[in-house]
């Protein structure tokens, strides 16, 4: 006959590998948390510093790319203050404005022989604040956007005839 030894129970060791998991599962699931929120703020970031940056960026590459072909007004139409650069194609006059109007930046092209209306534009990106000035052949354009952010665009005008 044969006597079996006895094996003391390993609960003690199963409760420590137990244990062990349910840390790794923890720390796993608090890395991945923060993980996800560092990813947020930083997209978060980016998009704003992308709507400061495309708010300037568009009021000088419109400048750089018309400036110089006809002339550059600052006009208040229907309560809204525009930049207007009026520049002349194959005999005709044609209109690009630069506007702020429902916290939004917005741009407008048409044929010089049409009224202006707040609403024909195509908005571009959110604005709080588009305050273009003409003074001693600068153009100075003061934006805000949504965030509070602020920046100026400040160019020497090319035009041959400069108005205000």
């Not at 703020?41 to 018309?66: D, F, H, Q, Y």
């Not at 707040?118 to 354009?141: H, K, M, Q, R, Y």
């Amino acid at each position: 006959m044969s006597i079996r030894e006895s094996k003391p129970p390993r609960t003690i060791q199963n409760v420590f590998v137990l244990l062990l998991l349910a840390v790794f599962a923890a720390m796993s699931t608090l890395l991945v948390t923060l993980g996800a929120q560092v990813y947020r703020g930083t997209v978060e970031r980016a998009n704003a510093n992308n709507e400061a940056r495309i708010l300037s960026t568009m009021v000088s590459s419109s400048l750089w790319a018309e400036d110089g072909l006809g002339q550059v007004l600052v006009e208040e139409m229907d309560g809204v203050k525009t930049l207007a650069i009026i520049s002349v194609y194959d005999e005709e006059s044609y209109v690009k404005r630069l506007y702020c109007h429902d916290g939004m930046l917005w741009e407008s092209f048409t044929s010089g022989e049409y009224e202006f209306d707040v609403n024909d534009g195509e908005s571009i990106c959110p604005a709080e604040a588009f305050e273009p000035f003409i003074e001693d052949g600068f153009l100075t354009v003061r934006l805000a956007g949504r965030d509070g952010s602020e920046s100026t665009v400040q160019m020497k005008l090319r035009s041959v005839e400069v108005a205000e």
